[in-house]
C-alpha cells in the first residue's frame, strides 16, 4: 500500500491564523480524502481532494473554513483558516486507489488551537 | 440515525479468549466494507476489508451480512497486542467516501 506522510505533526496555534496541512502520497493515487477526528471520537469526512478541480466538501464544511488543493496525483493540502479552540483536532488525509478500493491513512496532525 | 454504528465497548477480555465485534450500517446500497485497527494517538490501519462470502486472516475473521446489513469482526486466541480500538468502515457510493463507526474498545487482559 502507498506510504502517505503528514507535515506537521503536530502545531500550536492561535486563534484568528491559519494553517496549512501537506499530505504526500509516494505514489499516484485516484483518490485522496480529509478527515477530521476529534478526542475520543471517530473520523469525520471533510472533503474529497479532487485532481485539478474544487474538492468536494461533505455537510457541515464549507470551502472559506477549509480550502484544499490537490495539484497533482500524489499531493494534497488542506488550509485550516481562522483557527478557534473548536477546531483543535487531529486532522488525517487519506488515499485510495479506486472505488471499493481500502483508504490508507497517513501519520496525522495534531493541532491545538490556544 | 448514523450511517454507521457500532458499539464502542470497552470490551476488556483475557488473553486467549474470543471477542467478537459488530458494526450496523443503514444504507442498503453500501458497496464495500472494512475493518481498521487504530492505536492510541496514531493513524489507523487496515486490518482488512470485508468480502461478501466472508474473510479470514489467521485469527481474524470478518463476515457480511446484507440482509441484516451488518458487518462482523472476530478475534480468535486474542493477545496483548490486540489492544486497541477497531473502527469499521463503510463506503456508501461510487465516490468511495467511508463513513466510520465510532469505534470499539478492546483492552486483552495478560
Known amino acids: 500500500s502507498a506510504v502517505i506522510s503528514q507535515k506537521p505533526s503536530r502545531d500550536i496555534c492561535q486563534r484568528g491564523t491559519s494553517l496549512t496541512i501537506q499530505c504526500q502520497v509516494d505514489?499516484?493515487?485516484?483518490?485522496m480524502f480529509w478527515y477530521r477526528q476529534q478526542p475520543g471520537q471517530s473520523l469525520t469526512l471533510i472533503a474529497t481532494?479532487?485532481?485539478?478541480?474544487?474538492?468536494?466538501?461533505e455537510s457541515g464544511f464549507v470551502i472559506d473554513k477549509f480550502p484544499i488543493s490537490r495539484p497533482n496525483l500524489t499531493f494534497s493540502t488542506l488550509t485550516v483558516s481562522n483557527m478557534s479552540p473548536e477546531d483543535s483536532s487531529i486532522y488525517l488525509c487519506s488515499a485510495s486507489d479506486g472505488v471499493n478500493q481500502p483508504q490508507h491513512f497517513g501519520d496525522g496532525t495534531r493541532l491545538s488551537i490556544l | 440515525r448514523k450511517e454507521v454504528e457500532q458499539d464502542p465497548g470497552p470490551f476488556n477480555v483475557p488473553e486467549g479468549a474470543t471477542v467478537a465485534f459488530n458494526c450496523t450500517y443503514s444504507n442498503s446500497a453500501s458497496q464495500s466494507f472494512f475493518w481498521y485497527r487504530q492505536d492510541c494517538r496514531k493513524e489507523p490501519k487496515l486490518l482488512m476489508s470485508?468480502?461478501?462470502s466472508g474473510n479470514e486472516d489467521g485469527r481474524f475473521t470478518a463476515q457480511l451480512n446484507r440482509a441484516s446489513q451488518y458487518i462482523s469482526l472476530l478475534i480468535r486466541d486474542s493477545k496483548l497486542s490486540d489492544s486497541a480500538t477497531y473502527l469499521c468502515?463503510?463506503?456508501?457510493?461510487?465516490?468511495?467516501?467511508?463513513?466510520f463507526g465510532t469505534g470499539t474498545s478492546l483492552t486483552v487482559i495478560p
Open positions: 505514489s499516484q493515487v485516484t483518490m
Open positions: 470485508v468480502y461478501s
Open positions: 468502515a463503510v463506503n456508501l457510493n461510487t465516490g468511495n467516501q467511508f463513513y
Open positions: 481532494a479532487n485532481q485539478g478541480s474544487e474538492a468536494t466538501y
